[in-house]
């Protein structure tokens, strides 16, 4: 399995803002994701970061709303810019494993807050 | 498309009583797997078990088992003894080959009661 680490835990921002979450992994994994899960509702993947290339983002997710970094194979960002209220939720990163079966884990999340 | 239905959005049952929770799933792939995750109000997101499409027997993981009925596309998890700290939402996700991401149903929002 895998231990997977978030920072901030939880945060509360002004709306116009930008925070960056970050997501450390205890071991090399080749991809990593990246999930919001609104209020009430299920997760949804934003994107799916490769070390070493541009991140591929889902249908209504772009770049410049959530630019996400993937410097090493155990390390990622995502930032949450020029927030709004609608992005209150909680951010989850992910990584996939193939142990006999294939398993995603996830950190404990990010639970943002925007005012 | 693929999709995950979850029909219970909240279940209630009485502590040491076994649960069954639903999910039926749609999808045109030949091969994919099926999982089940717990997530506490803390947040975190748990993983309880894996189904693959393909396996012949049904999974199990401790107190949990998935009631895997492949014609009925239909990946029920059953929750045995039930416990206080199963109070939780459930959320079955499936990741196919056609679109090679796990994707979500909508949860179940499970309470034991006392």
């Known amino acids: 399995s895998a231990v997977i680490s978030q920072k901030p835990s939880r945060d509360i921002c002004q709306r116009g803002t930008s925070l960056t979450i970050q997501c450390q992994v205890d071991?090399?994994?080749?991809?990593m994701f990246w999930y919001r899960q609104q209020p009430g509702q299920s997760l949804t993947l934003i994107a799916t970061a490769n070390q070493g290339s541009e991140a591929t983002y889902e249908s209504g997710f772009v770049i410049d709303k959530f630019p996400i970094s993937r410097p090493n194979l155990t390390f990622s960002t995502l930032t949450v810019s020029n927030m709004s209220p609608e992005d209150s939720s909680i951010y989850l990163c992910s990584v996939e494993f193939y142990q006999g079966i294939y398993t995603q884990y996830f950190g404990p999340g990010t639970r943002l807050t925007v005012l | 498309a693929q999709k995950i239905t979850q029909t219970q959005p909240g279940m209630f049952v009485q502590e040491k009583e076994a649960v069954t929770l639903d999910c039926t799933y749609d999808?045109?792939?030949?091969?994919?797997?099926l999982f089940w995750y717990k997530q506490p109000s803390s947040g975190e997101m748990i993983f309880l078990i894996y189904q693959g499409s393909y396996d012949q027997q049904n999974a199990t993981e401790g107190r949990y088992s998935l009631n895997f009925q492949k014609a009925r596309k239909s990946a029920n998890l059953v929750i045995s003894a039930s416990q206080l700290g199963d109070s939780a939402m459930y959320f079955c996700a499936m990741k196919g080959t056609s679109y090679d991401k796990v994707i979500f149903g909508p949860g179940t929002s499970l309470s034991v009661i006392p």
């Open positions: 999808t045109s792939d030949p091969s994919y797997g």
């Open positions: 071991s090399q994994v080749t991809m």
